[in-house]
């Protein structure tokens, strides 16, 4: 019945949505052109593309010469980026997550991911979008708290027609703000996924569902205009210094923040709320396919490219900077995860390699648009190192059953990235003459440490109120008979694998 409502629920916004955007259409289509924001649309006429100025009269010869056109290189990079980008939840997380647990649960993992590939695309568009991006910094009544309603329900986002049948592509920088939105949601989609491997094994279907559709409405699209839409944790890239509005102004190019402390701290809240599996700590829980988390994690590196890269928001100079950060660290941090095994237990294991290229993908995440390839690679050595003492040290220290290490590897990777960020970030990637990192001179470190810190205490607090709001509710774990005899079956009713 509890399901039956929420699904209710999100029929009767989507209806909202569309009425809404009816009237938009319809309102636009006896719009005056000259009413709208110069720097924001490209229009193309009846006889075919063709950038327009609207600061002058329609047809003036400038209007051949307007920003808004299109920049197809850009364009076609940031599609790229999007689709390598929703690659990483499914199959790339699918995989890496369905191979690390038990084989009466791989279905469940897989279909948690899969699951959220659509809810959150749906969150997203609905209200994600403009909780997240609302606003423009420096205008009248921008909040740097939450964003605004200016793109809900795909409004001031998707084109539209005026009565004299000329098209308008609302623009963000060089490409249409439909993609850009498009890329932001794919970073919305595996962000609450991530924090499945916490709880894996062991929480109801239907909880996760309405924890995902809350952390994703009250801690990410807050953390998001935060950080990258000129809130309170923002940094102007371009003035070189805290944005207006910001209280700690950090670097974060990809999401160190954003994405992997959120979770990865989140990930622990949810650990110890929930606690431990059945037999955790004595029965053998080994990962039933570790074919599968390779390939999962192959695919997560390739996809992180899209990740980092992709978020220099154009086909640049920083792109590359950021494409090669990337792949060092990521390689980097393979290596000295293996090392630290042979080291310590006298074998490096597969497992071990995989968990550390995903460490140093995410320990580079904050910094990769900001530092040179040398330092990239010393920070994928380090949350190597660091990563693996935090999943087989501090987990068997302190005993939290994080199920897949995502606190270990995305809180603990994420929080040094977010720190050593401070350390090299520098000018001459980010350009301009002011001194940026620590090594150079520069003063956002403390920034940093900062932005850490109160990411840290929000995705805490937030998190743990949703969970006791849910348990209180609905409930959050399964019962101890669903536990034993698998997610796959007591949840949906199927078995990943059926040997006749």
């Known amino acids: 019945m509890a399901a039956g409502r ?14 809404a955007q009816q009237a938009a259409c319809a309102q636009e289509d006896g719009a005056d052109p000259a009413t709208e924001r110069p720097d924001e649309t490209f229009l193309i006429g009846e006889e075919g593309a ?38 990483m939840t499914a199959p790339g997380l699918a995989m890496f997550y369905g191979g690390l647990v038990r084989k009466k649960n791989v279905l469940g993992v897989m279909m948690q991911c899969f699951f959220l590939m659509g809810l959150n695309t749906m969150i997203w568009v609905l209200y994600g979008y403009s909780l997240a991006f609302g606003g423009t910094p420096g205008e009248e009544g921008y909040n740097r708290w939450i964003g605004n309603t200016e793109y809900l329900f795909m409004q001031n986002v998707q084109p539209s027609v005026d009565a004299a049948g000329n098209q308008t592509w609302p623009m963000e920088g060089t490409y249409p703000r439909l993609t850009h939105m498009l890329f932001q949601g794919m970073f919305f989609i595996i962000t609450p996924a991530l924090i499945c491997g916490a709880f894996a094994e062991r929480m109801k279907f239907l909880s996760m569902v309405l924890f995902t559709i809350l952390w ?7 953390l998001c205009h935060w950080v990258w839409d000129g809130g309170i944790l923002a940094y102007d890239a371009v003035a070189m210094q805290p944005a207006e509005h910001a209280i700690f102004g950090a670097l974060d190019f990809a999401g160190g923040t954003v994405v992997h402390i959120s979770s990865g701290v989140s990930a622990l809240i949810c650990a110890l709320v929930i606690g431990r599996r059945l037999g955790f700590g004595h029965d053998p829980m080994p990962p039933h396919n570790l074919t599968y988390t390779t390939v999962g994690a192959a695919l997560l ?16 100079g920083q792109a590359a900077s950021a494409f090669a950060a990337t792949h060092l660290a990521a390689a980097a941090g393979a290596v000295a995860w293996a090392l630290a095994e042979w080291i310590v237990r006298g074998k490096p294991t597969l497992l071990g390699t995989c968990s550390g290229a995903v460490a140093g993908l995410v320990c580079i995440t904050p910094a990769s648009g900001f530092v040179l390839p040398m330092p990239a690679l010393v920070m994928g050595l380090a949350a190597g190192v660091v990563c693996c003492g935090a999943c087989l040290w501090l987990k068997s220290k302190l005993r939290y059953d994080d199920s897949l290490d995502v606190f270990g590897i995305h809180g603990v990777g994420g929080t040094l990235g977010s720190i050593l960020t401070g350390v090299f970030a520098t000018k001459a990637v980010l350009g301009g003459t002011t001194s940026v990192g620590l090594l150079e001179g520069g003063g956002v470190l403390g920034a940093q440490v900062g932005a850490t810190l109160a990411t840290w205490v929000f995705a805490a607090v937030a998190t743990f109120i949703i969970l006791k709001v849910l348990d209180w509710t609905v409930g959050l774990r399964v019962s101890q008979q669903a536990e034993v005899q698998g997610l796959d079956l007591s949840q949906h009713g199927e078995e990943g694998y059926i040997f006749i």
Do not use: K, Q
């Not at 994703?216 to 807050?222: I, R, T």
């Not at 590196?301 to 640049?316: D, I, K, P, Q, R």
């Open 6 to 19: 929420w699904l209710g629920l999100i029929l009767c916004s989507l209806v909202l949505g569309l009425a």
């Open 50 to 87: 063709a950038p327009v100025d609207e600061r002058t009269s329609a047809g003036a010869d400038e209007a051949a010469e307007s920003a808004d056109e299109i920049d197809r290189g850009d364009h076609a990079w940031m599609l790229m980026s999007c689709a390598l980008v929703l690659m």
């Open 301 to 316: 590196w390739v996809g992180w490219f899209g990740f980092n890269a992709g978020s220099a928001l154009s086909a640049s």
């Open 216 to 222: 994703g409405s009250l801690v990410y699209c807050p």
